[in-house]
Structure formats: structure tokens, C-alpha cells
């Protein structure tokens, strides 16, 4: 392992909580979902680094790039979106408050009382060429059929949207 693969996990992991955090606590959801998009950073970055790369890169593409965009296009697009009001907003604090110690005794009691082992050195490897590779000879088949099934969803997508209202 080289030396600064703890510093870029910390950083990863610190992006992910603050934007986690971000998101729970901001009182504006234009805030909360522009920070989303730290979180879902955060969890991609973690997952190229632990040595998934193809799930990281889906990750970005299809949590960033299409339910992200659908939020902020959902709460940009939603008049009144900033005059909801909360009816008890300091009830769920006395509920919150003990259940998060709670939380954190268990997890800290669970932490220190396990006898953790340190596992043998694991070297990563890209996984998006042995996936590429499966998909164009074991799965090939199957591949074209559902490639076949979505143009034909696509196709008749198109046709429902373009019928003419009578």
C-alpha cells in the first residue's frame, strides 16, 4: 500500500460525511441536493479506490449524472418548494439527540471489543475488462437480447409521445 492511499480515504470519507451531514441538517433543499452531489463523489471515489473501478464510474454516471440532475430539475422546477413549514420541527431533535448516542455507544462498545486481524496484502486489478470481456463472450447472447428489448422500449416511447391528440 502505498503512503498516501490512508490520506486519500480520509479525504473520501471526509467529503462523504460533511456532504452527508450537508445534506440532513440544510435547511434549503437546493443546498441539500447540490451537496448530493459531494456525497455521491465521495462514495464513487471510495469505491475506485477499494478497487471497484466500474461500479465507481456507474456510480458517477448514473447517480451524478442522471438522479442528481432529476432532483435539482425536481426542486428548481417546484414553485413554493421554500414555504413548506415544519409543524414540530424540535420534536424529532429529542428523538434524534438519544437515539445518535446510542448509536455511537454501540458502534464505539462493537469497535473495541472485537479482536480485529489484519488481512494479507490484496492487490486490485480493473475489473471493467474482465466485465467487458464477458459481456462480448459468455453473455453475448443475452447482451444483444435485452440491447434489442430496449430500442424496442425506445422505439415505442417515441411513438406514444409523438401521437397526435385528437
Do not use: H
Amino acid at each position: 500500500m502505498s503512503p498516501i492511499e490512508p490520506l486519500v480515504f480520509t479525504g473520501l470519507a471526509a467529503l462523504t460525511i460533511t456532504a452527508c451531514a450537508m445534506i440532513a441538517f440544510s435547511k434549503n433543499l437546493v443546498y441539500s441536493a447540490f451537496s448530493l452531489l459531494g456525497a455521491f463523489a465521495g462514495v464513487a471515489g471510495l469505491m475506485i479506490l477499494l478497487g471497484a473501478d466500474f461500479l465507481g464510474i456507474v456510480q458517477i454516471l448514473v447517480y451524478v449524472g442522471g438522479i442528481l440532475v432529476l432532483y435539482l430539475f425536481a426542486v428548481l422546477m417546484t414553485s413554493g418548494i421554500s414555504d413548506v413549514k415544519l409543524s414540530n420541527p424540535r420534536l424529532s431533535v429529542k428523538i434524534a439527540v438519544p437515539a445518535l448516542l446510542l448509536l455511537i455507544g454501540l458502534l464505539g462498545k462493537v469497535i473495541y471489543s472485537t479482536q480485529w486481524f489484519l488481512a494479507e496484502q490484496v492487490i486490485t486489478q480493473p475489473t471493467t475488462a474482465a466485465i467487458g470481456e464477458s459481456l462480448l463472450t459468455t453473455y453475448l447472447l443475452p447482451f444483444e437480447l435485452i440491447s434489442i428489448l430496449l430500442l424496442a422500449a425506445l422505439v415505442g416511447a417515441i411513438a406514444a409521445a409523438r401521437r397526435e391528440v385528437k
